[in-house]
């Protein structure tokens, strides 16, 4: 990959989960990274250049793309349950979104475009949202046939680490212990996922900007295969048995038990790191992580208190 340094490299979704932290690896790497979301980052460097706009908007996002040799797309509504709640926002975001990011990268000759999915795209569950990915996946090959626009489709599976997302399971249940010393769990907990830290998640997408990857289709996800109350356990061992685990029996409308694997897409191959965040010390500098976010907004709060009081 030493070839594409200093190659411009666009970051859709860069002030959010995985977005920000591909940003840094391609920082670290030398690579010069525009930044493009909707609201700024909290994480942005001095060495990379930052663009406020919205994906639905074309002008937008074709000032964007002008002079970059990839894009990273990673800005869409992922939230699977307000997807139900408001599919006419999930394909607007998602599906005319990413037609404007592959029509602007056919206008300017990206080489490539690397897109964000999800293994959901197997599934009839995740709602609006998987929907949307199955058809930009759809569109995404087509502008590959139709115009020879190269990509790299990302499917990625249950993430965890610092900079999530509120919806994100595993930041919701340790922001439950830490909050309410408790944690509610929809379902039975025998559910699976295969859980890989948000960092080893960013490292394998910058593999992929690899040109064995060119028009493939890959996984990403974690070594091992942990049920929901495996991890709840853990969890409750972290806190050292001071908090309460409650399951609420509601069926999960829109989310797998054990395998989403009931629908076919193109084929994808997986890959995973050889070396990897291990779970309990990912779950410990979690909890570290968020403590320090409350203490943060509690002192806040004090501070706004006293002058409204003055």
Do not use: W
Not at 78 to 92: C, K
């Amino acid at each position: 990959m030493n070839k594409f340094k200093k190659k411009k490299i666009l970051v859709t979704g860069s002030s959010g989960f995985i977005g920000s932290h591909i940003s840094d690896f391609l920082d670290d790497l030398g690579y010069d990274v525009i930044l493009f979301d909707l609201i700024p980052s909290k994480y942005k460097r001095k060495t990379q250049k930052e663009i406020i706009g919205d994906i639905v908007n074309f002008e937008n996002v074709n000032k964007a793309v002008k002079g970059c040799s990839f894009v990273y797309h990673f800005a869409a509504q992922a939230d699977i349950d307000i997807s139900g709640i408001d599919p006419v926002e999930t394909i607007q975001t998602n599906i005319i979104g990413t037609q404007n990011i592959l029509e602007a990268a056919k206008q300017h000759n990206v080489a490539r475009v690397l897109f964000a999915s999800t293994i959901y795209v197997y599934s009839e569950l995740g709602s609006f949202y998987r929907v949307s990915k199955q058809a930009c996946e759809k569109i995404i090959e087509e502008y590959q046939k139709e115009y020879d626009l190269n990509y790299t489709i990302l499917r990625y599976g249950s993430i965890y680490g610092p900079r999530a997302n509120e919806f994100n399971t595993i930041n919701n249940m340790l922001m439950q212990g830490l909050k309410n010393k408790k944690i509610v769990r929809r379902g039975d907990g025998e559910e699976i996922r295969e859980y890989i830290h948000v960092k080893d998640a960013a490292q394998l997408s910058l593999n992929a900007l690899d040109e064995r990857y060119i028009n493939k289709h890959l996984i990403i996800t974690g070594n091992q295969q942990i049920k929901i109350k495996e991890l709840l356990t853990m969890i409750k061992e972290i806190f050292q048995g001071e908090i309460e685990i409650e399951f609420n029996h509601d069926v999960e409308l829109h989310h797998y038990e054990i395998t989403p694997y009931n629908y076919k897409p193109n084929s994808a191959k997986k890959i995973t790191p050889d070396s990897y965040y291990d779970m309990g010390q990912g779950l410990m500098d979690l909890i570290f992580d968020l403590e320090a976010l409350l203490y943060k907004q509690k002192t806040s709060n004090k501070v706004s208190l006293r002058k409204r009081k003055k």
